[in-house]
């Protein structure tokens, strides 16, 4: 959350004439409802199948933007790094604290966290998640970098443009 895994691939998609995918945006307008309700009615397990059944009807070559959670969940990661290139990008606690403190009331996931228990939610979050997102094909360190140049190594390792 606030790495800018949709805006990035939304240019890169751009950037490489192909169609772009963001599974939340997909399921929300599947299931007529937002994440967090999704979340608070159906609970997070159903959330999470909704996920993986989009993840392999997924056939075509296109730019997917995936939830945070996505890769953690029914052996998604090793899905994903089956069928295409897998890019992880990597944000210290630090720079995500300070893109997402300001986000509170946007994120229904972290809208009930003050300052410090974000802080610590988000260093929870990277520790857990870290095993699993390191499988990815790449890994590129967003930290303090513009769009531009987060595009730029994309394509240094994709070998395009």
């Not at 409802?33 to 959330?47: C, L, M, Q, V």
């Given at each position: 959350m606030g790495v800018g895994k949709s805006t990035i691939a939304k240019q890169l998609a751009k950037q490489l004439n192909?169609?772009?995918l963001d599974t939340d945006q997909k399921i929300e307008n599947q299931e007529r409802?937002?994440?967090?309700?999704?979340?608070?009615?159906?609970?997070?397990?159903?959330?999470r199948k909704l996920e993986t059944k989009l993840l392999?009807?997924?056939?075509?070559?296109?730019?997917?933007?995936?939830?945070?959670?996505m890769p953690l969940f029914n052996n998604n990661m090793e899905y994903l790094i089956k069928t295409g290139v897998s890019i992880y990008l990597k944000a210290s606690s630090d720079y995500l604290f300070s893109r997402l403190k300001s986000e509170r009331?946007?994120?229904?996931?972290?809208?009930?966290?003050?300052?410090?228990?974000?802080?610590?939610?988000?260093?929870?979050?990277l520790s857990e998640r870290e095993i699993i997102y390191r499988k990815a094909t790449y890994k590129i360190n967003v930290d303090d970098k513009t769009n531009k140049e987060i595009l730029g190594e994309i394509h240094s390792l994709l070998g395009t443009i």
């Open positions: 192909i169609s772009f409802d937002s994440i967090s309700n999704i979340f608070k009615i159906n609970g997070e397990i159903y959330f392999y009807q997924l056939n075509n070559k296109q730019v997917i933007a995936c939830g945070g959670g009331k946007e994120r229904p996931l972290i809208s009930k966290f003050n300052k410090h228990e974000l802080k610590q939610f988000i260093c929870d979050q």
